[in-house]
């Protein structure tokens, strides 16, 4: 090894817990609740440190049932909040997730994955909550599902999912994971005065004044209802766990249910232009390509420079999105010879997620690992490597 003299400019080093914490704050998040899990624990820790001295509250709740709810009352009183947990505080939390749904309520959750199910590999990382995080709930309502791959990541899609949240009342998900949480790097200081809050379709007392009558849920085009934070003359609103009308008062009429599901349904598709596009990496011209996100993505980057040593070119769409499930993602297995989804489970969730939404079958192969342990490129390089060789036998 040789050491060589550098110009020297500031950096950071952080990890995506902290950098998730960091990005919360500077959205404008003033209310968190957590309860102590591995690998979330830190951004309850970081934020402890720091949220209070700019007006914010934190809260170690007894249990995960607890975070959620205490969560949920901070939303609904306007206040930008989030609560973060793992697997197992997930599942605890599905009650409280479904009353986002039906009552509109912005939050954001942070799923910092590890190995299950139950308490499993408390230390050791995994991408086994993806169909948790897609498709938990009973009942049918809107989510998002957004995953960084990087720390510097983590603190762009945190400020993005709590403006998404606002904007849309509805729970907003970061899928994490130990690797991507607990690991820490270097990254460039966050601009922040290039930050943007958006706090969707808010109501003053003026605008309310010059309004006939408010109706919390009334039905829109985008599926978004106008939000009077409680205690704003003229903005009285109820809420419940219920089937409710445009007043919030408990409705089972079918005529409303079926317009009150459809409006709330409505959000999926209103939301897409405003969520985060792939990032593409290596030659758009390569016809082998990968997908992965979180902790998955290094480790493609390192497998991509092997491949082309050996002469192999490749390409990696690296997913922001996971739901809604956007269009990029599925046109890119329709679009390459063969591309491998790289990921930390054993039942290839993100490859079935990608399948299920429109994904080329034939194209897609995966690469898994779910022993606990970080993947190799060299691993990755061998799988593409054999696959090819045997392409080329079948052939010959």
């Not at 910092?112 to 049918?140: F, M």
């Not at 945190?158 to 606002?166: E, F, G, V």
């Amino acid at each position: 090894y040789e050491i060589v003299p550098v110009d020297a400019r500031p950096h950071m080093l952080i990890t995506g817990n902290e950098a998730l914490a960091f990005g919360f704050l500077v959205a404008g998040g003033r209310f968190y609740a957590g309860y102590p899990i591995t690998p979330s624990t830190e951004i309850m820790e970081w934020l402890v440190k720091w949220m209070p001295k700019y007006g914010g509250i934190v809260r170690q709740a007894e249990d995960e049932l607890s975070a959620i709810n205490m969560s949920i009352g901070a939303a609904l009183t306007g206040t930008r909040a989030m609560c973060a947990t793992c697997g197992p505080g997930l599942s605890l939390m599905q009650e409280g997730i479904g009353q986002l749904g039906m009552a509109e309520i912005p939050l954001v959750i942070v799923d910092a994955q590890r190995g299950g199910p139950s308490t499993g590999l408390p230390t050791k990382p995994e991408q086994s909550d993806i169909n948790l995080l897609v498709y938990s709930g009973h009942g049918d309502f809107p989510r998002i599902v957004l995953a960084p791959s990087h720390p510097e990541e983590c603190f762009h899609l945190a400020i993005k999912a709590t403006n998404l949240a606002a904007r849309y009342q509805c729970p907003v998900f970061i899928a994490s994971d130990q690797g991507l949480s607990q690991n820490t790097a270097t990254v460039d200081p966050f601009k922040l005065d290039e930050i943007d809050i958006d706090r969707g379709k808010r109501l003053d007392a003026e605008t309310l004044a010059g309004m006939e009558v408010y109706k919390r849920y009334a039905f829109s085009d985008d599926g978004v209802s106008a939000f009077a934070q409680p205690g704003t003359p003229g903005g009285m609103w109820l809420v419940t766990g219920n089937e409710h009308d445009e007043f919030g008062h408990v409705s089972t009429d079918p005529i409303n249910r079926k317009r009150m599901m459809d409006k709330r349904m409505e959000k999926m598709r209103t939301v897409v232009p405003d969520l985060p596009l792939a990032i593409s990496h290596g030659p758009n011209d390569a016809e082998i390509g990968f997908i992965g996100v979180g902790m998955a993505y290094g480790v493609i980057l390192e497998a991509m420079d092997l491949l082309a040593d050996q002469g192999i070119a490749t390409q990696y769409h690296q997913p922001r999105t996971l739901w809604p499930m956007l269009d990029e993602t599925v046109a890119f297995t329709h679009s390459l010879r063969k591309v491998y989804v790289v990921e930390y489970n054993a039942t290839a969730q993100l490859a079935k997620l990608i399948i299920g939404q429109g994904g080329d079958r034939k194209h897609i192969d995966s690469v898994l690992k779910y022993d606990g342990t970080p993947m190799r490129a060299e691993d990755i390089v061998d799988h593409v490597s054999n696959d090819i060789s045997n392409q080329k036998a079948e052939v010959a």
